[in-house]
């Protein structure tokens, strides 16, 4: 996981320098020690799940973006860039994270996107809650979402509506592994984790209480497929 790690400590050191805070003060801030953010800057370790919803609260930005900035635009000064502007297209960002339909992947992340997809900023727009800044692309891998996600297929991920206000498709981060699911409410305060493909089970967590090794990072709101 040393490319995972090695980009999220450029971006911890990027925000931390931003901030003009030395990593003592971080530290402070944190509670923990410093030599533990310095591990973190030199890519040696990365923090736990709980720790990361710390970070990026302190620093005001979504969980996600430790690791991928939503700043990161279209490719710069390319054909793709004025073929969006012209056609007005927005290009969403595609990133090789494997999110897992089967037993799960460790992520592991590039330095930058594979590619660009185009989207139609109309449709964007009119996708009531869409925002590009929240958007990306990921491929899924596995089967246990068949017949509803198959292996290869590309899900577009809405990253601010990772509070599950509704039954559907998500992305899930469990320990170091990417997953996409779907999750169903059964009470104000359990979800069901479910696999589409009967050959795989199912769990429940405390929406109050969840694990601390799990998150949720998005919805899944347009699904892409080769033919």
């Not at 990026?56 to 054909?79: C, H, M, N, V």
């Not at 297209?89 to 799960?104: F, K, M, Q």
């Amino acid at each position: 996981m040393a490319i995972l790690s090695e980009r999220f400590g450029k971006r911890l050191k990027s925000l931390r320098e931003d901030a003009g805070l030395s990593k003592r003060d971080l530290a402070n801030k944190l509670g923990i020690n410093e030599n533990q953010i310095g591990k973190w800057e030199r890519g040696d370790a990365r923090p736990r799940p709980d720790m990361e919803d710390s970070l990026a609260e302190f620093f005001k930005i979504d969980p996600l973006d430790l690791y991928t900035s939503p700043d990161e635009g279209p490719t710069r000064g390319g054909d793709e860039t004025a073929f969006a502007e012209e056609k007005d297209y927005v290009l969403i960002p595609l990133y090789d994270l494997e999110a897992s339909a089967g037993d799960g992947r460790v992520v592991e992340e590039p330095r930058e996107p594979q590619k660009h997809l185009a989207f139609q900023l109309s449709w964007i727009k009119g996708k009531k809650g869409l925002s590009r800044k929240d958007l990306l692309l990921v491929t899924v891998v596995g089967d246990s979402m068949e017949p509803t996600l198959r292996e290869g297929d590309v899900v577009l991920v809405d990253r601010s509506k990772s509070h599950v206000p509704e039954d559907g498709l998500y992305v899930l981060r469990v320990d170091n592994t990417m997953l996409v699911k779907r999750l169903h409410k059964l009470s104000y305060r359990t979800l069901r984790v479910i696999c589409d493909n009967d050959a795989y089970g199912y769990f429940d967590f405390d929406v109050k209480g969840p694990p601390k090794d799990l998150r949720v990072l998005g919805k899944v709101v347009w699904i892409g497929r080769e033919i």
